[in-house]
Each structure stands twice: as structure tokens, then as C-alpha cells.
């Protein structure tokens, strides 16, 4: 019995998380689907980065993850702030 409060506090805990989807954007790698080639010499589980422009005509970058059926998953976008003032 002393083991099973803390499950449910951890279930409890992760009952109120919700996944977040990532969906492509034109310009993502996978926006129209799956590319035809694939990255047969990337290890499984490894990501990458990918710069576009985004919808509202932001630079932003994209974290993709490989697979183990060696496909892409679109883990995360970011939009890249650049700090003017900073500028010569």
C-alpha cells in the first residue's frame, strides 16, 4: 500500500499534461509528406535542425527526429529573434 500513493501522484501528475503536435508549416521538411529519400546513414533517435521562413515571414528553425522506420518526426519549431541593436 505504501507503494501505490506515490503512483498516484505521478499518474495524477501526468494526467494533466497534454502532448503538444508540432504540424508543418510550408517550408517544414514534412509538409507535404514524407520526403522520398531517406537518411539511411543518420542513427536511429538522432535529430537535426532545419532554418525556413515561417507563415508570418519569420525566420524560424525546426528540430526533426529520425525514426527507427527512418522516417521524420517534427519535434519543435522556434522562432530566431535577432537582437538589432546589436548590429554595426
Known sequence: MKNVAPIMLVAFALSGCSATTVEPIPGSITYSGQPQS?????????????????QNGRRAEETYLILPDRSLKLISRRTIEFDLSRQR
Do not use: Y
Not at 531517406?38 to 515561417?54: C, E, M, N, Q, Y
Open 38 to 54: 531517406r537518411l539511411a546513414k543518420a542513427p536511429v533517435g538522432s535529430t537535426f535542425t532545419h532554418r525556413l521562413i515561417d
